[in-house]
């Protein structure tokens, strides 16, 4: 178990915070490595419910040492505030968090950018429908390198300087996008951010060397994938996607640990499906079933509040993610949700132009085209939110668990009823 993935294999919003508060406890050192503030990980534990965006659920451990790699890209103000609220719930953070001085740093002039081309004034086709949170204009300076400010950088002497150029030319793009809000002011950038950087600097650090010294000692790592593979920039549903690498193919580039030590990957998924923004999503139900799983799976936005698209299980999507990201076992969560449905559909196949397939198609204009293959499943309609083994569920529970699992091709071995720590059930390898 030198290190283990949990990754989220529809679109994201599968619950993984929760899965990696649950195991947390048994490794030394927890890793976010991908994505940013667009992220919103809910631990409910007991009468407290946890926010997190960037800091990785392990934070709520105090033996863990909880590290935010070179592939996040920081929102300082975010991040600050989350160290003030887990501070206000008592929770400590001065010994167990570290940053990386590599991890990029969103600005003002990328969340002005992030909404303009989401209204559409880039003249861009539909809107992806972001978080506006500025993720894809930060990776995009990032990946076109001279424009970029990383958390390390805020310390340097040339900082003020690099704020004044990059403002002027940041002011010059918005105003192109059709900008009608006040030109950005460098001066109080730089002042607001030098404000942040002094507040971050005791949690900034090489996280590189740290993890690659954990590997080398033998410490036992958790990966924690934020987003979901179908979001993943280059394998997901481009350009409905995120900026980073969402599937278990971002654990190494983002972290700088080698995929020679990675173990175990989970992959995480609900026993439904569900999407929050732009982007075909064949499985969806546009009707009063789809609202029922909404309101049942209280289905709103962690980050944004945005009421999340539902569907049934896309077997042919997740099998896909499953293959990509190398999992070994699923989590199956929020049965709970189905559990009062008369009969529960599982999308088995595609057809496109008429021909059938198990392949997810690369192209979103062919997933626009698909029309889902269901095979029908009788519900169970029993409340399953006590059940505590898994062996426990109903029949017919333990029927469509055994159906996931046959579909995409891997066991299951963690089933969620409930959003509290004990409605989690483990089995195989992971049940302790
Ligand atoms: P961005 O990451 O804010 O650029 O948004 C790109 C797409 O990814 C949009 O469809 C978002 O709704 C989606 N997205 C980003 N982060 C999350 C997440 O944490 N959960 C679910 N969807 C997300």
């Given amino acids: 178990m030198a290190g283990t993935c949990v990754i989220g ?31 919103g990980h809910t631990v409910v534990v007991g009468d407290k419910t946890y926010k997190l965006h960037h800091i990785p659920s392990g934070i709520l451990n105090a033996n ?38 590599r991890a990029h740093v969103v600005f003002p002039w990328h969340i002005a950018e992030d909404r303009l081309r989401n209204e559409g004034g880039s003249g861009e086709r539909e809107s992806i429908g972001t978080t506006m949170r500025g993720i894809g204009p930060c990776y995009g300076d990032k990946v076109g390198r001279m424009n970029a400010v990383r958390l390390g950088d805020m310390f340097r002497p040339d900082f003020r300087e690099r704020v004044n150029i990059i ?56 990966f924690e994938g934020a987003q979901g593979s179908l979001l993943d920039i280059d394998h997901g549903t481009f350009p409905y996607v995120t900026s980073s690498n969402a599937s278990g193919v971002g654990v190494s580039a983002g972290s700088g640990v080698p995929g020679k030590w990675i173990t175990k990957v989970l992959g995480v998924c609900k026993a439904y499906t569900t999407r929050v923004g732009g982007g075909p999503f064949p499985t969806e139900l546009n009707n009063e079933m789809g609202n029922k799983i909404r309101e049942l799976g209280r289905e709103y936005g962690t980050t944004t509040g945005r009421p999340r698209r539902c569907g049934w299980f ?16 699923i989590s199956l969560m929020m049965m709970d949700v189905l559990s009062l449905l008369p009969e529960i559909k599982i999308c088995t196949a595609y057809e496109i ?31 399953v939110t006590k059940v505590r083994k898994i062996a426990d569920l109903p029949t017919g529970a333990r029927k469509y668990i055994d159906r996931v699992a046959e579909l995409v091709g891997k066991p299951v071995e963690v089933v969620s009823v409930g959003p509290d720590r004990a409605q989690t059930m483990f089995a195989g390898s992971l049940a302790q």
Wanted: no cysteine; glycine share 8%.
């Fill in 64 to 101: 863990v040492m909880n590290v935010v790699t070179p592939g996040v890209v920081i929102n300082p103000p975010t991040i600050l505030q989350e160290l003030d609220s887990l501070a206000s719930q008592g929770v400590k953070v001065a010994e167990n968090l570290m940053l990386s001085d």
């Fill in 167 to 222: 403002t002027a030319g940041k002011n010059r793009l918005l105003s192109a996008l059709g900008s009608t809000a006040d030109q950005l002011d460098a001066a109080a950038i730089f002042d607001q951010y030098s404000g942040y950087a002094a507040r971050l600097k005791p949690f900034v650090t090489d996280t590189t060397h740290y993890l690659l010294d954990q590997v080398e000692a033998g410490k036992k790592m958790l």
């Fill in 353 to 383: 132009d008429g021909e059938r397939t198990n392949k997810f198609p690369s192209h979103v204009d062919d997933l626009r085209k698909v029309v889902p293959v269901y095979e029908t499943i009788p519900g169970w309609e029993t409340d």
């Fill in 314 to 329: 896309d077997a042919v999507a997740v099998r896909y993610t499953s293959r990509l990201s190398g999992i070994d076992a």
């Fill in 9 to 39: 294999l529809q679109w994201g919003d599968e619950a993984k915070g929760k899965l990696v508060d649950l195991l947390t406890s048994r490794f030394d050192v927890v890793v976010r490595y991908q994505g940013g503030a667009n992220a």
